[in-house]
């Protein structure tokens, strides 16, 4: 095959990467994706492409004669060569290998608000070998993909399905506190404490709940409980 036909393939192939990823970056934009499936996707995305255009550049630059001589040359040397390129790529390998792990395992996610070494900031971007993360003053937190795979982080997103629903009535405090208490415990099910002793006795109602939704639910069903159990207690006449 002449040069310049192989020339022409390498092109196209790479030239068909870019419109590829770019037609499949707009349809993506159309959709409501979760965090994770965006996360996954954007640094999947530029692993391949990355990765083909390497590949097609490095195809493109040994077809011609001279460019495979010198590489020639530098594979009799592979030895000496790898040692040399493998001190000068371990950080970025591993920069790059740490992306992926967060794509997969995501102790991070695109949007996340997360605070690293008392710097709070929300997740922007998730590249191949930094990660950048925007604070509130605007400015743009670059760190490398290995110390944030590493470092501890707090992640003030991904929290639990599981939530709380909590309540708080006042009692006079000349009410039997004890009593009252059991009531409430038992007319709710839920963990019940007095938690001030004001003007009036502040006391809480907490109990456990599936999810935000189902937690709204529970806390107008223990509203309704607290009050027929504070009425039959004679706090509410």
């Not at 004669?65 to 040359?73: D, E, I, K």
């Not at 009692?171 to 963990?191: C, I, M, Q």
């Not at 109602?205 to 599936?210: I, L, P, S």
């Amino acid at each position: 095959m002449p040069l310049w036909h192989r020339l022409i393939v390498v092109g196209v192939v790479l030239l068909a990467t870019v419109v590829a990823a770019r037609l499949i970056d707009r349809r993506i934009a159309r959709k409501e994706l979760s965090r994770e499936a965006m996360t996954r996707y954007r640094v999947l995305r530029r692993s391949v492409t990355t990765t083909i255009l390497f590949v097609g550049l490095l195809s493109a630059l040994l077809v011609i004669p001279a460019v495979r001589a010198v590489a020639g040359g530098l594979l009799a040397s592979s030895a000496v060569l790898g040692i040399v390129v493998g001190f000068a790529s371990q950080r970025t390998l591993g920069n790059f290998v740490a992306g992926l792990l967060i794509a997969f395992t995501q102790p991070v996610r695109l949007g996340d608000e997360v605070t690293i070494e008392d710097t709070e900031g929300v997740v922007e971007e998730i590249g191949l070998i930094y990660t950048f993360v925007r604070m509130e003053n605007g400015d743009r937190l670059v760190i490398p993909n290995e110390k944030l795979a590493s470092d501890t982080i707090r992640n003030a997103t991904i929290r639990s399905r599981e939530k709380v629903a909590e309540i708080t009535v006042q009692v006079p405090l000349s009410s039997d506190l004890d009593a009252v208490v059991d009531r409430l415990r038992t007319a709710t099910e839920g963990e019940v404490f007095v938690n001030d002793l004001a003007e009036n006795a502040s006391i809480v109602v907490r109990k456990q709940a599936a999810s935000e939704d189902e937690a709204e639910r529970v806390e107008r069903d223990l509203r309704l409980r607290a009050h027929q159990a504070l009425r039959a207690e004679g706090v509410f006449a």
